[in-house]
């Protein structure tokens, strides 16, 4: 009875050991795909007007979004879909921004991407 109750007491153990991986590992991975920024410093750091400004906090909602989905997707589309939303929110912000804008703005994205191991 006692070894009964021992080997109980380890596979409950293992099992909370792997479920608490495994949220972490979802968690971690949810972390990655927030692409959210502070847009009063990105709209400062890119030098935008007003009007630009507003333009880019619609792409940029609309990219987090889709990030957010990308996020949440099996781990074999995951790729696809951050590819696809990068490419759409480059080709937005290349009507927005202008050519200067636009080559800082590439250069903050693919090391964003590249440092949370998106790319």
Same mark, same amino acid.
């Given at each position: 009875m006692k070894r009964l109750f021992l080997v109980v007491v380890a596979v409950l153990? %293992? &099992?909370? &050991?792997? *479920?608490e991986s495994e949220s972490t590992d979802k968690t971690n991975n949810a972390n990655a795909y927030d %692409?959210? $920024?502070n847009l009063r410093r990105l709209g400062s750091t890119l030098g935008l007007t007003l009007d630009q400004m507003e333009s880019v906090s619609d792409i #940029? /909602? &609309?990219?987090? @979004?889709?990030?957010?989905? *990308? @996020?949440? *997707? #099996?781990? +074999? +589309?995951r790729k696809v879909l $951050? +590819?696809? *939303?990068v490419?759409?929110? =480059?080709k937005y912000m290349?009507?927005? =921004?202008?050519?200067e804008q636009y080559a800082k703005y590439k250069l903050l994205l693919v090391t964003t =991407?590249?440092? /949370?191991g998106l790319k």
């Open positions: 153990s %293992m &099992t909370t &050991t792997f *479920a %692409m959210s $920024v #940029h /909602r &609309t990219f987090c @979004g889709e990030m957010i989905i *990308a @996020g949440q *997707a #099996h781990k +074999d +589309d $951050v +590819d696809e *939303a490419a759409k929110d =480059l290349s009507y927005i =921004l202008t050519p =991407l590249n440092n /949370r």
